[in-house]
């Protein structure tokens, strides 16, 4: 039986199993009950050096269910799809919320923000297919030898990995939702070692789709691996200074995920977030707008409903850099006195604006002498108040053009001077980011160094 036709036949039968523990569920005296059920397939081969170090064929299924009653919530789990296995997971998570406190707030979506079955959108999200092993095998150590092969530096790999997945997911509940979909995913990374001077470097690449066919090729991967290995070779030290630093598309995307938990409406309903009450308020520069798009064909973070069966819609989160909303589950929703938009389980293809209609280069010579940052280590920014200090990795740039790389300093400030002080963005986009945005140029950060 074709891959997809499965797929189908197994959707149907979850389908067949939710509504019937729902169905259990009501019976049994709760309340409202939710329901999550989902199985998948996958293989993930990784090499060293040519070398197979590991390969692993999963599958795995599960199913959750979360029951509410008189203003209490139970919630158990089980991987074994029996109908008496359902019903005994509808029993155990019955009998947790008998002994737990009452929360009103502790509901089912209103019926009228439950996407109904007419408006769910296929968005191209399975392309199922199943590689064996030594096809993946094969890939890998043609994608090492490919590297390694490049320049005399490039010493050994430091792991090549290649995996797939795919599956289909069902969520339903006792207002007459019922519905799933199936995903794919495909992935093929590198890392290299390089070496100069006794000295050692690391870097990679990586390349990911829900397509098989729309993977980078092993030499393009392969390339990229070299190329920002060889790039980092040589670095020297920096002084401690305050100076403008460019970080990299996908550092300037990690601040957008910083910025996207700050809005969320758990830390915002608990008063723990940097950005606590800013609805409404500028909260990033007038350039920028972060517009919000569930509904991309074959995008990793597209999806027809959000994680309760809510609509999702096509919106700016950020609009000239006024906070126009929070992201909010059903739950968080009543917490703030509002409604939700759609957003348990998080976000959906953000794209950022920029303000430089041109690539990388020219975000150089807007800054002309600076440090631009290419990785970054330890832990993340506090959502709570914003500060963050981590340790980092980038290249010394004067007169507006990279001179070399530099090593073992930190930058340290706050997320909202960050944000402030942000003054201009590239267009270097990199399409393997859910979070959509170009190398950014911030004015102004402490760099603690030798």
Known sequence: MEIRERLRNEQKKLEEIVSRGLDYARKSGVTEAY???GQSTGLSVSTLNGEVENIEFNKSRGLSVTVYSDGRRGRSSTSDLSREAVESAVDAAYSIARHTSRDPDAVLPDDDMLVPASEIRDLDLCHPSEPDSESAIELLSKTEKLALSMDPRLRRSHGADYGYSYGVGVMGNTHGFCSGYPTSAYSLSLGLIGEKDGAVETGGSYTCSRYPDRLMSAEEVAREAADRTLR???PRKVQTMRVPVILENHLAAGLFEVFASAIGGRHQ???ISFLDGKLGEKVLPDWVTIHEDPFIRGAFGSAPFDGE???????DIVSCGKLNEYLLSTYTARKLGMRTNGHSGGIYNWFVTNNTMDGLDSLLKTMGKGIFVTKLMGQGASVIDGNFSRGAFGFWVEDGEIKYPVHEFTIAGNMKDVFKNMIAMADD????????SGSVLIDDIAVAGS
């Open 35 to 37: 329901m999550n059920i």
């Open 232 to 234: 980092k070779l040589g």
């Open 269 to 271: 309903y608990q008063h």
């Open 309 to 315: 069966g809510v609509r999702v819609k096509v919106s």
């Open 429 to 436: 986009y990199d399409p393997r980011l859910d979070i959509q």
